[in-house]
Structure formats: structure tokens, C-alpha cells
């Protein structure tokens, strides 16, 4: 209940307008470096679980009086961070993995959370038709529309229309595509050029 919520790195652009715009959530999330690191006790992991890719926070990964606690559904390798606390599931989203625990205790689910964790189910599983997807996501999916998550919201959060940038961009590699055989295989090369 005491934690604060932050983003490690950059958000996708629809997820940050949804958390601004659209979802209304009683909490906000922070910036990386409005936490004070040396008043961290407990770092909790969410769908990650490597040094590499949790920015300023891999300085408290092994720092004594740190307790790490991990969240995650991606499958275990070398540079895995371990934990006090570990709920890795083979699912096809970590919001699955939370869901269940939520449901599990019986933790009360707003329609604007259920909005949100439904989003990043549908992300994570291409809308429950990856082929990574488990009956778990499903039964998860079915969960949060029993508690009110809003199919029309999740939609539009999901949108990723291209921006004129990445339009031309795109034309870019259309235009300069090169098929070779390599092999007995077709390999494409293009490229392209953008500002940012």
C-alpha cells in the first residue's frame, strides 16, 4: 500500500496518454528521479527482472537492507535479478500474473483498474491471439470484465497510428527494399532515415 509507482525508462506513447488522458486512477505514477535511493527498502519488479534494464534503481540490486520482491512472466535466464519474493508465471502478460494474485485475495478492483489491467493483457497477448497466450490470461480477461473493465477504453489505448514521421519513414523502406538469397532464404534490406 506504501509503494510508489514508477516507470524505470520511457513509456509507450499510447500507455502515457492513457495514464493522462483517458484512465483516471487514484494514484499517479513517479519519475525515476523523484525517488530519494537511499530511502528505498523494498523494490518491487514488474515485469522485468534484469539489472540492465531497470535504470538509476540496478544500484539497489544486492544493496544490504533492500528487500527485492519480483513479478514477472518471462521465461528465466542468466541475468535474472533473484528475489526475496518470486511469482513468475509462464503466461502471456505479467498483468495476468497480478490479477491473479488480486483475485486470488480478494482485493477490491475499480472499473478504471480493471480498464488499465485489461490494456496490458491485451498488449502482452495481442488480444488474447498470440500464440503465448494461456487459459490463465483468459480466465484473467474474464475477471476484469466482471469487475468493469471498459473493451471501448482498452481499444483506444491500443490504437498506434503512425505518425506522419513514421508514415514517410515507412514509404523510406518500401522504396529502398532489396531481396536477396541467402542460403535458400529471402532476406529483405531497406533503410531509412528519421530525426527522432
Known amino acids: 500500500p506504501k509503494a510508489r509507482l514508477v516507470f524505470s525508462g520511457s513509456i509507450e506513447k499510447g500507455l502515457r496518454d492513457a495514464i493522462e488522458n483517458l484512465i483516471h486512477l487514484p494514484y499517479r505514477f513517479e519519475k525515476a528521479r523523484e525517488i530519494d535511493l537511499a530511502r528505498v527498502r523494498r523494490l518491487i519488479l514488474v515485469d522485468i527482472k534484469t539489472a540492465a534494464r531497470i535504470g538509476p534503481f540496478a544500484a539497489l540490486i544486492g544493496k544490504k537492507g533492500v528487500d527485492v520482491h519480483i513479478y514477472d512472466h518471462h521465461p528465466a535466464s542468466g541475468d535474472d535479478i533473484r528475489g526475496s519474493v518470486e511469482t513468475v508465471k509462464p503466461f502471456g ?53 466482471s469487475r468493469g473493465a ?12 503512425l505518425t506522419p514521421e513514421e508514415v514517410s519513414l515507412l514509404n523510406d523502406f518500401l522504396q529502398s527494399e532489396t531481396t536477396y538469397e541467402i542460403g535458400g532464404a529471402d532476406v529483405v534490406v531497406a533503410k531509412g532515415y528519421i530525426e527522432k
Open 93 to 145: 502478460s505479467t498483468t495476468t500474473v497480478l490479477v491473479h494474485i488480486l483475485k486470488e485475495k480478494g482485493a477490491p478492483i475499480t472499473p478504471a483498474e480493471a480498464t488499465i489491467f485489461m490494456a496490458g493483457i491485451y498488449e502482452d497477448t495481442g488480444s488474447l491471439a498470440f500464440p503465448s497466450t494461456t487459459v490463465a490470461d483468459y480466465e484473467a480477461a474474464a475477471f476484469l470484465l
Open 150 to 161: 471498459d473493451l471501448r477504453e482498452v481499444s483506444d489505448m491500443l490504437k498506434k497510428e
